[in-house]
């Protein structure tokens, strides 16, 4: 009876391992490879009733689908347009972020994470502005 046992738990053990393999090459092998043209934009001075919008321009530099997954800015007083969430090899999109100065004064920095099926996990995205009082 204990062979049994040991036996099931090692078919077991080792059926899972290789399921967990299988997984593992397929997503590699699904992997895409991107290049963001530029991932930081500094807008310097700005009055506080302005709306600012930056372009972040990519390439799918890989052999496979480039996905999107998401877009995440971490402020609500920025939103975010996708020109595209799937990017063929060789092609290029972009994110487009609006950020709304209205009630917010001083240094500001947002960041936005963007998730695509890429060794690199997450991007981070960067839009500064020195929101200054309008006279």
Do not use: H, W
């Amino acid at each position: 009876m204990k062979k049994l046992i040991i036996l099931l738990l090692c078919t077991s053990i080792f059926s899972c391992s290789n399921k967990k393999n299988i997984q593992q090459s397929s997503q590699q092998r699904e992997l895409a490879d991107l290049a963001f043209k530029i991932k930081f934009y500094d807008f310097g001075n700005v009055s506080n009733d302005t709306i600012l919008f930056a372009k972040y321009f990519f390439k799918n530099i890989g052999k496979n689908n480039l996905i999107i997954n998401y877009v995440d800015p971490d402020c609500t007083c920025t939103g975010y347009s996708l020109s595209n969430d799937t990017i063929s090899p060789g092609d290029s999109a972009f994110i487009e972020l609006k950020f709304k100065t209205e009630n917010k004064f001083g240094k500001q920095k947002i960041y936005t994470t963007v998730c695509a099926n890429t060794e690199t996990k997450m991007y981070s995205l960067i839009l500064k502005a020195n929101v200054i009082e309008n006279n």
